[in-house]
């Protein structure tokens, strides 16, 4: 396996320049990053519709159940265009969604904590619930920082896994048999 691996170890290295270029494009153009990946996920969503519909078609052809395949390529032919068409929007909306699901889970949350401060327990509940109390309402009233701070996470796994992989990239270039070096 190893002697596998070594062989190709320009492979480990190719994917980790593009995380580490993937990393740069998240922290110096955030928006520009999720953007390109809300694009991706919209090509994604039209190219699985479009797939769904042929299998429906070719169901049809067959005599065979076809109408769910159908109306699922539909969907995803839709939702791929109304996700290409307005990505920003999109985007801003999952920030909304996460808001809301922090705000709703803190809430939550900070009820147990509550109870269990009552009876002698765990504080750690009630500092967490609170965090996420607080980052539901950033997210709430300042979408755009969300969506930067998730590049900037996107970017930070995207480094770590860059550094990694090449790091495994030159051990692995290292230990090449020796007809290969």
Do not use: C, K, Q
């Not at 928006?31 to 694009?39: D, G, I, N, Q, R």
């Not at 042929?54 to 769910?68: H, K, L, N």
């Not at 032919?77 to 969604?97: D, T």
């Amino acid at each position: 396996m190893l002697d596998i691996l070594a062989r190709n170890w320009w492979a480990f290295a190719l994917r980790g320049a593009t995380a580490i270029v993937v990393a740069v494009i998240s922290f110096l153009m955030p928006e520009t990053a999720l953007v390109a990946l809300v694009l991706l996920f919209a090509a994604y969503l039209f190219l699985d519709g479009v797939l769904a519909v042929v299998a429906g078609v070719r169901a049809a052809e067959r005599e065979e159940r076809w109408g769910g395949l159908i109306v699922e390529g539909l969907i995803g032919i839709i939702g791929g265009a109304i996700v290409a068409l307005f990505p920003g929007p999109v985007l801003i909306s999952v920030v909304y969604i996460a808001g809301i699901w922090a705000i709703a889970s803190g809430a939550a949350l900070f009820v147990a904590a509550l109870r269990a401060v009552r009876h002698g327990g765990e504080w750690g509940m009630l500092v967490a619930s609170l965090v996420s109390l607080a980052w539901g309402v950033l997210m709430l009233t300042r979408p755009v920082v969300g969506v930067v701070v998730w590049a900037w996470w996107i970017g930070a796994y995207a480094l770590v896994f860059g550094i990694l992989m090449l790091a495994a990239a030159f051990r692995l270039r290292r230990a090449r048999p020796d007809e290969l070096a």
